[in-house]
């Protein structure tokens, strides 16, 4: 499994993109600071404003165009000219019709384009969400023309005609859908961005993403330094440098890093024995195995699964 995938797997996701916006004239939505999840778009007619904060101009989004929203910033999304700014959450819960598409007229107050968007969010609940935070920009915006963006652009079409209106299998349809927008636009970000930070500018790297592809294909091989840099076709130390430098761990610290997210998530959301879980990541028994969790998590995987577990029942 390559190392996208891997930690998409991992992903507690709950995604929707039942959320559809009719606008005309001018108006400008302001909203709050978000916890834990990204948000998603596509512009299906016009043009809109997207801007992150209170600072910085406003990035202008037209029909064809993706973004996403990941570090939970305040943000503002208007008309071009905006109108008068109010409160988007207040706004949502005022025009959104019994349909769930948010249809809002500001045409007496200026002449704007009509604009229509799909959008949803997808809320990670996992180290591998924070992983996949932490090195992304507060906002990718995707450009109908960006090289690569040519599959998204058969996606758009299909989230115009699912959040048109209700169908039968719509809540499916559009959980897969908005996954399919996920990796894509990551897919393109990754291809495009000048040099992505932490391991997605890893994943970027021609010879460490071809290391980290075989580390996360086999965590459970025992990897070394040398055989991890004979794959990537480096020396010893010339790979550890630039492995370190792209992600900020070495490759044995990222390695085991990486076992231990996926050891917290099987114990978290699967019944699979401790012994098997130690073995299916690389671990030669299971006294290693939680010797090694209780060292990096400070309790042993018994209590973490009960107490995470209790946690979400709580949370239920």
Known sequence: MDPLSDVLSMLTVSSTLSSRFEARGRWAFRYPHYDSHIKLGGVLTGRLRLQIGDEGPPVLLETGDFYLLTNGQPFTSSS????????????????????????????????????????????????????LLRHLPPLIHLRASAPGARPLVGLLDLLGWETAEMRPGASI????????????????????????????????????GEA?????GDIAKPWTVERLAQSAGMSRTAFAVRFKSLTGSTPLDYLGGWRMTVARNALRHSDEAIARIAERIGYQSETAFSAAFRRMVGESPGRFRTLSRGDRAIGA
């Open 173 to 208: 349809a559009r959980t897969n859908l908005a996954a399919l927008v996920l990796v894509q636009t990551l897919r393109v970000y990754l291809a495009n961005a000048p040099q992505p930070e932490g391991w997605l500018g890893a994943m970027a790297d021609a010879r460490i």
């Open 80 to 131: 071009d000219p905006p109108g008068p700014v109010q409160d988007g959450i207040q706004v949502s819960r005022d025009h959104r019709g019994p349909d769930g598409v948010l249809r809002y007229d500001g045409r007496a107050a200026g002449d704007a384009e009509a604009v229509t968007m799909a959008s949803g969010r997808f809320t990670l609940d996992s180290e591998a969400g924070e992983l």
């Open 212 to 216: 980290l592809s075989r580390m996360h």
